[in-house]
């Protein structure tokens, strides 16, 4: 198992420094599409909007046609800034997010990039929600938004507290592994195995074409999985077996963070890109808040791995000695606990969740600084739930979630991220050790 494990990060680093002209060029014109409806309270019907005003920037704008379709033609692929006129729609008829006016798209050669505008129809009562106003409606979409982000860390943050917990080492570098994961699967949902082993090329998908995105996740948690398993054998190992420092080895995870970092630059350049499935889905109505499908089934999904990773640490033989080395390393060896095993499946669980989170992360959108991006966040989870435990790490990243989305009913949504970090320092004044951290007595 391990030596498939090391053949696959191999293949897969090898794949993706391929150049992505695996995939043919097409010869028709790019563009990006879409239609404007929103649904009438009354009928339930999905209502066009005609004269909408979408404008491409340094391209051009076109109205809405009567069926509330559009399209506009791109002179080549490339990254564009798409917006939406607020005045032009009509009386009663606003976006459902106003932050979201002004979008930025990738559009491959020859491809049709959809784009969506959201619009619901406001009352009297709910009209504040379009200049950030307190509404019932607007706290419940809010809290909707915050769970999905904070069940989505809560992947990323166990695995980070799971490593820290077992070898005291504060990981950096965690952060790349999410962003690893979502890279990953992107590659594998647009190129297959091929872009990987060549010769697969002329069968047909998933082996030499792209594969659906459901595969594509699996194995971009499999390669997560690897490359943890891979960063913890090759360089970690050897640094505890040599007596390296914990702060040493912390700088050399911020070095290994870079490092990664501008790979995927190199990789996957600079512009933000789209899975090639489930990018854009009409909400569905749920009560007062409203959630895509994808949404609603990977917010699902994240509910069930989290549930199966509970159940494991707690009635697995393996999950008990990951417990046991977290709680007391020494005693553990004492009494016949594999420490060196049990790191390494600590290495590879948490980075394949952590590769799995990014995948979720990734259908809104991938980019190549993505971890770096939400490193902070990652961090404010692990701390504010206490260190060294997986349940800390949930609660933690929850707690996050629901607090940067819900701030923005009160303050701009620039300014969110800052509000996680000020709630982890009041509550640790409070409880130093984190929510579900254990005291400690020094000197």
Not at 322 to 338: F, H, K, P, Q, Y
Request: aromatic share 8%; proline share 4%.
């Amino acid at each position: 198992m391990l030596r498939v494990c090391r053949w696959l990060v191999v293949l897969l680093t090898v794949g993706l420094v391929i150049d992505t002209g695996v995939v043919s060029a097409q010869d028709e014109e790019q563009s990006v599409f879409g239609t404007l409806t929103y649904t009438d309270p009354e009928t339930n019907d999905r209502v066009p909007v005609e004269g909408g005003l979408i404008t491409v920037e340094g391209v051009g704008s076109a109205p809405s046609e009567a069926d509330g379709s559009f399209r506009i033609g791109l002179p080549e692929p490339g990254e564009y800034v798409v917006s939406i006129d607020p005045e032009g729609l009509p009386e009663g008829v606003f976006l459902d997010d106003p932050d979201r006016a002004v979008l930025t798209v990738n559009v491959q050669e020859g491809g049709n990039q959809i784009v969506l505008f959201r619009l619901t129809v406001l009352d009297e009562a709910d009209r504040g929600s379009t200049s950030g106003g307190i509404t019932g409606r607007r706290v419940a979409q809010l809290t909707a938004e915050g769970l999905k982000q904070g069940l989505y860390l809560a992947m990323a943050a166990i695995g980070l507290s799971m490593i820290f917990g077992t070898t005291g080492l504060t990981n950096f570098a965690h952060a790349e592994l999410v962003t690893f994961g979502m890279l990953g699967t992107y590659f594998f949902n647009f190129y297959g195995l091929a872009g990987v082993i060549g010769f697969l090329a002329p069968l047909p998908p998933p082996f030499g074409d792209g594969m659906n995105l459901v595969f594509a996740a699996v194995f971009g948690m499999l390669a997560g999985g690897t490359l943890g398993w891979a960063i913890n054998r090759f360089i970690f190992r050897g640094a505890r077996r040599s007596g390296v420092s914990l702060l040493a080895q912390m700088l050399m995870t911020i070095g290994l963070s870079i490092l990664l970092r501008y790979i995927f630059l190199y990789v996957f350049r600079g512009g933000p890109r789209t899975f090639g499935q489930f990018t854009a889905q009409r909400a569905v109505k749920i009560g007062p808040i409203e959630l895509t499908p994808k949404d609603m089934i990977a917010m699902s999904l994240a509910i069930i791995i989290l549930i199966l990773v509970g159940v494991f640490l707690q009635l697995t033989r393996t999950g008990k000695a990951m417990r046991a080395v977290s709680d007391n390393r020494e005693l553990a060896e004492s009494t016949g606990i594999n420490v060196e095993r049990v790191i390494s499946t600590v290495w590879v669980s948490g980075a394949a969740l952590a590769a799995l989170g990014g995948t979720f992360f990734g259908l809104t959108q991938i980019r190549w600084d993505f971890g770096f991006r939400n490193l902070l966040l990652l961090f404010a989870a692990v701390v504010l739930g206490g260190l060294g435990t997986a349940y800390g790490a949930l609660l933690g990243a929850l707690i996050v979630g629901l607090a940067i989305n819900l701030s923005t009913i009160v303050i701009d949504a620039e300014l969110k991220n800052m509000v996680a970090l000020l709630v982890m320092v009041v509550i640790l004044l409070v409880r130093p050790q984190g929510i579900l951290g254990r005291p400690e007595r020094i000197g």
